[in-house]
């Protein structure tokens, strides 16, 4: 039962650096979402993917491109780290149906020296 | 557009008391969904509650419920008989109708209950 699966845990880059996270979910979920999360900021939208093939900018997508692989995956690159994008990383999916809650990932702490 | 606001960074209170948590919230949609999602210090999000918008009636959950009001924009959680395990970040949510996927939060509340 593994529900949304975001890899790695933690991470420490060097500026300029680029790497992508990984999130899979495997509940068959149409809707994905990356969300960063800061303090005082709560959590911010970065992209999101309504469905397989789609893409959508959110309210911070400066400095990240996403990929919806296919339904279960929807990746988040970062292609030249900055100190700015030091944060928690959350992806979540959900079915897609106006009511239906998000499931998270435990999420992914970024560091950005 | 949707913008969701919590005007409250941090709110604590005793033991079993009642508290109230502020969301007001801006969309151009007919048609949407508002959401409560708690964050113990587990980093782990739990839905509290959620509320369509086309239904008048305040949607409740044991000790949470909540105040929708449409023509104002707000939508409050009261969350009563309080327990030391409510101590959260609590975070208001909205998303529009079927085809509208966006998904945003508000920036939070941190809610301290006091032995």
């Known amino acids: 039962n593994a529900g949304v699966t975001q890899t790695p845990k933690f991470q420490v880059l060097k500026t300029g650096q680029s790497m992508t996270l990984q999130c899979a979910q495997d509940m068959n979920h149409n809707s994905m979402y990356w969300y960063r999360q800061d303090p005082g900021m709560g959590l911010r939208l970065i992209y999101y993917s309504a469905s397989e093939g789609t893409t959508d900018k959110g309210e911070v997508p400066n400095g990240y491109n996403v990929s919806r692989l296919n339904k279960r995956e929807f990746s988040l690159r970062l292609e030249s780290a900055a100190p700015s994008q030091t944060s928690v990383y959350f992806c979540a999916s959900r079915t897609g149906t106006g009511h239906e809650k998000l499931f998270f990932g435990s999420g992914t702490q970024l560091s950005v020296l | 557009a949707q913008t969701v606001t919590q005007s409250q960074p941090e709110m604590s209170v005793q033991e079993a008391e009642t508290v109230t948590l502020s969301c007001t919230y801006d969309?151009?949609?007919?048609?949407?969904?508002l959401f409560w999602y708690k964050q113990p210090p587990s980093r782990q999000m739990i839905l509290v509650i959620r509320?369509?918008?086309?239904?008048?009636q305040n949607a409740t959950e044991n000790r949470f419920s909540v105040n929708f009001q449409k023509a104002a924009k707000s939508f409050s959680l009261k969350i009563s008989d309080s327990q030391l395990g409510d101590t959260a970040m609590y975070f208001c949510a909205s998303v529009g109708h079927f085809g509208n996927e966006k998904l945003t939060f508000g920036t939070g509340t941190r809610l301290t209950i006091i032995p």
């Open positions: 509320q369509e918008a086309y239904k008048q």
């Open positions: 969309t151009s949609e007919n048609n949407y969904y």
